[in-house]
């Protein structure tokens, strides 16, 4: 299993920007897929942006042209770069891993876009 930790949370007026973290407890080329998810409130996890080995990409249409998922191997981080941000992008937001057939789950960090 991966271990997984988030990190940029915070409070943020609307038309801001944040750079969440998630530091991995191993080399992320070596883990199939890194993801982050988000959770609003009283709703569903939803994908927000998936990165793969290669470094393919890929986004949820709500987040398209304003957020960037981006990798580190010297430092074995993921990011996510938040621009533009929206009070509906307020949520819990998890750093994800798929290691073969095993799906690991960051402890999540809170996002809130409001003025």
């Known amino acids: 299993q991966v271990q997984l930790v988030e990190s940029g949370g915070g409070l943020v007026q609307p038309g801001g920007s944040l750079r969440l973290s998630c530091l991995t407890s191993r080399s992320i080329f070596s883990i199939n897929t890194m993801g982050w998810y988000r959770q609003p409130p009283e709703k569903q996890r939803e994908l927000v942006a998936t990165?793969?080995?290669?470094?393919?990409?890929n986004y949820a249409s709500s987040v398209k042209g304003r957020f960037t998922i981006s990798r580190d191997g010297a430092k074995n981080t993921v990011y996510l770069q938040m621009n533009n941000l929206r009070p509906e992008d307020t949520a819990v937001y998890y750093c994800?891993?798929?290691?073969?057939?095993?799906?690991?789950w960051g402890q999540g960090t809170q996002v809130t876009v409001s003025s």
């Open positions: 994800n891993s798929i290691l073969g057939v095993t799906r690991s």
């Open positions: 990165i793969t080995t290669g470094g393919s990409t």
